[in-house]
């Protein structure tokens, strides 16, 4: 089993890239309250400028 690269716990199926967080995979847990909201966070830093 893959393991997750920010929560280093064992996950089951393909993962996520996590990117911008760092450049491994991730859990969809860590995918949808981590990674998502930091990449919106550049996003919206990107619209603004
Ligand atoms: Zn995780």
């Known amino acids: 089993m ?3 690269s920010i929560c280093k716990k064992k ?3 393909y ?3 996590a ?3 760092n450049n491994g995979r991730c ?3 860590c ?3 981590t990674v998502l909201p930091k990449r919106m ?3 919206m830093s990107r ?3």
Request: glycine fraction near 8%.
């Open 2 to 4: 893959p393991k997750c």
């Open 11 to 13: 996950y089951e199926g």
């Open 15 to 17: 993962g996520n890239n």
């Open 19 to 21: 990117q911008p967080i």
């Open 27 to 29: 859990c969809d847990r």
């Open 31 to 33: 995918n949808t309250l």
């Open 41 to 43: 966070e550049i996003y």
């Open 47 to 49: 619209k603004e400028n």
